[in-house]
């Protein structure tokens, strides 16, 4: 039994994150990925948590919960969603092994969706974990303040 959101939102950054983790452990790292490129095997879950204080209660503390967010590298979410789009030309240059300047032309690049981030949600049950958890938690606050009106209407 969970008390507050900020021990939801925890919880549920530990469940998403371990679906994701699940998810991309099959992923094979690309073939030129440097040693310090962020990988898709190292996403992560962040839950926004907004923290107020109530001076009517003596300071107490109380904890919403805002948003659950992934976070990865940007090509993750490109392979979730897939790509149809023209790439525009230009020129590159390099330095190493020598230098090279070439140009290139414009191009179509197409690739299918796949939904492994819809999948590990899903997988997860994070959605249904958060609403019965923060639902319950914020029926039992408002019940509580309508009751705290009720008995001393003065405050």
């Known amino acids: 039994m969970y008390n507050n959101e900020l021990e939801v939102a925890k919880k549920a950054e530990q469940m998403l994150e371990a679906a994701l983790r699940r998810k991309t452990s099959s992923f094979k ?3 030129n990925r440097k040693e310090n490129d962020t990988s898709l095997k190292d996403a992560t879950a962040k839950a926004a948590v ?3 204080i109530s001076k009517k209660d003596g300071q107490k503390k109380k904890y919403y919960m805002r948003s659950l967010s992934i976070r990865m590298a940007r090509h ?14 230009g020129d ?3 330095q190493e092994p020598k230098n090279t300047n070439y140009g290139f032309k414009s191009h179509t690049m197409k690739m299918k969706a796949q939904p492994f981030i819809n999948e590990a949600v899903k997988d997860s049950k994070v959605v249904e974990f958060v609403m019965e958890n923060v639902t319950r938690i914020r029926a039992e606050n408002l019940l509580f303040e309508v009751k705290r009106l009720i008995e001393n209407p003065s405050t």
């Open 29 to 31: 790292d690309h073939v």
């Open 50 to 52: 907004k923290r107020y």
């Open 76 to 89: 993750g979410f490109i392979q979730n969603y897939g790509v149809d789009t023209t790439r525009s030309g």
């Open 92 to 94: 590159r240059s390099r």
